[in-house]
Antibody, heavy 124, light 110 residues
Framework: QVLLVQSGSELKKPGASMKVSCKASGYTFTHFPMNWVRQAPGQGLEWMGW????????TYAQDFTGRFGFSLDTSVSTAYLLIDGLKSEDTALYYCARGPPHPSRSSAWTFDYWGQGTLVTVSS | QSVLTQPPSASGTPGQRVTISCSGSSSNIGSSFVNWYQQLPGTAPKLLIYSHDQRTSGVPDRFSGSTSGTSASLAISGLQSEDEADYYC???????????FGGGTKLTVL
């Protein structure tokens, strides 16, 4: 069965960097893009962007450019979310979620499998 | 401010039918497939409905989705206590060239 398993909770100080991992199993990792979704405390879901797992090319949503990065290690079927210069407003749950190949208006589905979420707390 | 607009809350009593709306524009709902997600308290979201009205495996037929023009709806009939959750719509937006979510609707079963 398809599984996305994320790394554990993180407590970081402002200005630090962090890396969240998302290990996929149960399917061919490079056949489906990986998306990242943020959920601030008590808030809704925000799409952060996606990474093409066959090429490594990342695409970032408008609000997630600059300090945010997506990367891969296809040898272990793992996607990574990196955040530099952490701020208190980065405190949130971060999810990885599988997306359809070649996402567009023609994609009949998206985010069919999700990781369990990684809680990142930024506090001095 | 979410691109897709959902009511922040909805409620119903057991056995009732409730509907959750999701309003967008021609660049998103008006031209793309709509998905619905259920997020139970303390858990990750789960894909409930895709392609406007298709239920994922294991989702009871009490859940149904529909889309007309630039609006979509999720209907839950025969409401049960275990349906108490947050519900989100999502679709592709051509103007933003990415996925967009609604702000979410918290469903309370009274």
């Amino acid at each position: 069965q398809v599984l996305l398993v994320q790394s554990g909770s993180e407590l970081k100080k402002p200005g630090a960097s962090m890396k969240v991992s998302c290990k996929a199993s149960g399917y061919t990792f490079t056949h489906f893009p990986m998306n990242w979704v943020r959920q601030a405390p008590g808030q809704g879901l925000e799409w952060m962007g996606w990474i093409d797992t066959s090429t490594g090319n990342p695409t970032y949503a408008q609000d997630f450019t600059g300090r945010f990065g997506f990367s891969l290690d296809t040898s272990v079927s793992t996607a990574y979310l990196l955040i530099d210069g952490l701020k208190s407003e980065d405190t949130a749950l971060y999810y990885c979620a599988r997306g359809p190949p070649h996402p567009s208006r023609s994609s009949a589905w998206t985010f069919d499998y999700w990781g369990q979420g990684t809680l990142v707390t930024v506090s001095s | 401010q979410s691109v897709l607009t959902q009511p922040p809350s909805a409620s119903g009593t057991p056995g009732q039918r409730v509907t959750i709306s999701c309003s967008g524009s021609s660049s998103n709902i008006g031209s793309s497939f709509v998905n619905w997600y259920q997020q139970l308290p303390g858990t990750a979201p789960k894909l409930l409905i895709y392609s406007h009205d298709q239920r994922t495996s294991g989702v009871p037929d009490r859940f149904s989705g529909s889309t007309s023009g630039t609006s979509a709806s999720l209907a839950i009939s025969g409401l049960q206590s275990e349906d108490e959750a947050d519900y989100y719509c999502a679709t592709w937006d051509d103007s933003l060239n990415g996925w967009v979510f609604g702000g979410g609707t918290k469903l309370t079963v009274l």
